[in-house]
């Protein structure tokens, strides 16, 4: 074949560029030989009857092993217990008698769980929903020694998943409130907000750990996204502290990231500014006018809109000047009564007060909505509705007779329910909008009588000011009134003595006893209400030489100190001396000037004597020289006239006498008579 190919005459032009014209006989007998055809590759168990078991085992795949140990969870260490308990839950393929079987391996195991693998089995079981009480009695014994191993993400994933399965377990996380603050800083963002929502959720408050988080926030609030800056807000919200510094800077960045927000997180918002009374009219004017425009428009629920108004109510915004912002506020309106089918009746009353409570809130359509509800849905609304119910319904000037009426059927069997401040805000709601209920009252004024221990002074004037008003003169519970005012008699405010004279009046139930405590509790508060400190010229005085001792240094005492102590650096202090006399010399001339006040007399005791050197001085002139007040004045000093609210303290002689002797190697010195 090769020697034709060369032969031919189309070909050897080829050749000869490749240089293969002169190959010799060994290369033509290598391109004679036949290529050998290459084995095919075959697995070993391909061979019939060999190795059967083994062919089995590798033909099976690997999926079903892999679920049986996941389906058996008794037979698994640690490692694997973890990792086939989160693959459980991510895949979906728990359930609850299977997570059962894994808590309890995981009690038996709980010795041997590393902390990670603590916090990842939580994680899952909170993913998942499911509680076993035993297994988090188990986790929570053994955490608690190892809580020094634990690294941030371990502390954030535990706190979470608790918080979620609801186990209040305090002594845990108070003992994981000592351990975090030194880790603070290892914390990435969202770690510190899911620790602030832990806490919250689970109600515990450490004053010590909201700090540092608060520290935290502000050292980094770049770190933070928006649903992290959502959940420190609602956090601290939670437990009303209204860090002075903190609030600002979670607002400017909450406005910053306020596109990202849902209707939800709007809500969410709003209510954490109202809970502290946070004035931030920027990020509410945006928040408000971003939740009455789409997308959010048509995201807003029914309860996230009740939550919206009742923050604004407490926030008493926005302001009747604001058009934009009353018009949102007009849009969120229509948008609510279109929703109250979903309502319950907190949610219907959540709303009917935030419109009683600000004025640009009130809108016609919105409150004769509710009122429709509630007369449909009555027999549903428990104690706290009802009273809600009563009392916005007059601060709405709504007298609908027949309403109110159904409403005193529906409080009667209730009444055991009802607080102290409910019953006297029903009372007065009543009274307010003059619907007399005898009956109603009748009964209120038994469980009032039961409850009056519990009342406060404005209680007790806002009950006696009702029964004033409708002219329903209940002799057993004005005699309970009468009692309960002489024990709150140090704690009552003008406004409420006022209010209990002129009920009682109205009532004819006055008696001379009380007239004249209350004219006494008059005049005592109306004296403290005239007295002013800068009216008092020794209160003045005592002021003023305070705030010039304040603003005096340090000077004095660490001169004190030196004479006392000596000069034991070897230097002279004799070059300071001329200017430290200069000092007293100008103020003594400034204080001989003005009138005779306390500072006048400390520096005037300081004044230096015109007696010759080597003169003796009688012991009153050595008191002055030394730097003490002469007896005579702090006599005359502490002996002024008695005002009202100050006691006069009178220093006996014998007292005196006491002190000028003093104390020697801890015995006090006898009197020699």
Not at 324 to 347: H, I, M, N, Y
Not at 516 to 544: G, I, N
Not at 549 to 577: F, I, N, R, W
Request: hydrophobic share 40%; proline share 4%; glycine share 4%.
């Amino acid at each position: 074949m090769l020697r034709k190919l060369r032969c031919c005459a189309a070909t050897r032009a080829v050749f000869q560029r490749l240089g293969l014209c002169d190959l010799g006989a060994r290369s033509a007998r290598s391109f004679s030989f036949k290529v050998k055809g290459k084995k095919s590759v075959q697995s070993i168990y391909d061979r019939q009857n060999k190795q059967r078991a083994h062919r089995e085992a590798f033909e099976t795949a690997a999926q079903p092993i892999i679920e049986s140990e996941m389906y058996t969870p008794e037979i698994l260490k640690t490692d694997n217990l973890t990792r086939y308990c989160i693959r459980l839950v991510a895949y979906g393929l728990h359930m609850p008698e299977l997570l059962d079987r894994y808590a309890e391996r995981a009690e038996e195991l709980a010795a041997q769980l590393q902390p990670s693998q603590f916090g990842l089995i939580l994680s899952s079981f909170a993913r998942a929903s499911h509680r076993h009480d035993k297994m988090l009695k188990v986790f929570s014994k053994r955490m608690m020694p190892r809580l020094p191993q634990f690294v941030p993400a371990d502390i954030s994933r535990t706190c979470s998943a608790y918080a979620k399965l609801q186990e209040r377990d305090e002594a845990l996380f108070r003992r994981m409130a000592t351990e975090m603050p030194h880790k603070l800083p290892l914390f990435e963002g969202y770690q510190l907000g899911a620790v602030a929502n832990a806490y919250a959720r689970m109600d515990i408050r450490d004053d010590l750990l909201f700090d540092d988080i608060a520290d935290e926030v502000l050292r980094r609030p770049h770190e933070l996204n928006h649903v992290t800056l959502l959940l420190v807000a609602n956090a601290f919200a939670r437990f009303k502290m209204g860090h002075r510094r903190l609030w600002p800077v979670l607002a400017e960045w909450l406005l910053q990231a306020h596109l990202d927000f849902q209707a939800q997180d709007v809500g969410t918002v709003l209510n954490a500014l109202s809970a502290v009374d946070f004035q931030h009219e920027a990020l509410v004017r945006t928040l408000l006018l971003v939740l009455s425009e789409e997308p959010l428009l048509s995201e807003a629920s029914a309860a996230t809109l009740c939550l919206v108004f009742n923050a604004l109510g407490r926030l008493r915004r926005p302001q009747s000047a604001d058009d934009e912002a009353v018009q949102a506020v007009a849009v969120l309106s229509k948008q609510a009564s279109a929703g109250l089918d979903s309502l319950g009746p907190p949610g219907l009353m959540q709303l009917l007060h935030a419109c009683a409570r600000w004025k640009p809130l009130q809108s016609a359509d919105l409150t004769e909505g509710i009122l429709r509800k509630v007369r449909q849905r009555l027999s549903e609304f428990q104690a706290h509705s009802l009273c809600l119910l009563v009392h916005s319904s007059a601060r709405l000037q709504q007298r609908d007779v027949a309403l109110f009426t159904q409403v005193a059927k529906a409080i009667v069997p209730q009444l055991p329910q009802f607080t102290p401040q409910a019953l006297a805000l029903t009372a007065h709601g009543y009274a307010k909008i003059e619907v007399r209920s005898e009956i109603l009252f009748y009964l209120m004024a038994e469980e009032i009588v039961q409850k009056m221990p519990l009342f406060s002074g404005q209680g007790v004037g806002m009950t006696l000011q009702s029964f004033a008003t409708l002219q329903i003169n209940n002799q057993k519970l004005v005699r309970a009134c009468i009692k309960h005012v002489r024990a709150l008699s140090e704690e009552l405010t003008l406004h409420e003595v006022d209010a209990i004279e002129k009920s009682l009046r109205q009532l004819e139930a006055l008696d001379g006893s009380t007239d004249a405590l209350l004219r006494s509790l008059r005049r005592k508060l109306m004296m403290q209400a005239a007295y002013s400190p800068e009216d008092d010229p020794w209160e003045a005085s005592a002021e003023s030489l305070l705030q010039r001792l304040s603003e005096a240094g340090q000077a004095g005492p660490m001169q004190a100190v030196s004479t006392e102590s000596g000069d034991y650096s070897g230097t002279s202090s004799k070059h300071e001396q001329p200017k430290e006399q200069a000092e007293p010399a100008e103020s003594l001339e400034s204080a001989r000037e003005s009138p005779a006040d306390l500072w006048t007399m400390w520096l005037r005791s300081h004044e230096p004597s015109d007696t010759a050197e080597g003169d003796s001085l009688t012991s009153g002139e050595s008191e002055t020289s030394t730097g003490a007040t002469p007896r005579s004045r702090l006599r005359e000093y502490l002996s002024r006239p008695e005002r009202i609210g100050r006691k006069t303290i009178v220093v006996g002689g014998e007292q005196r006498a006491d002190r000028a002797g003093g104390r020697k190697h801890g015995r006090r010195h006898e009197k020699v008579s």
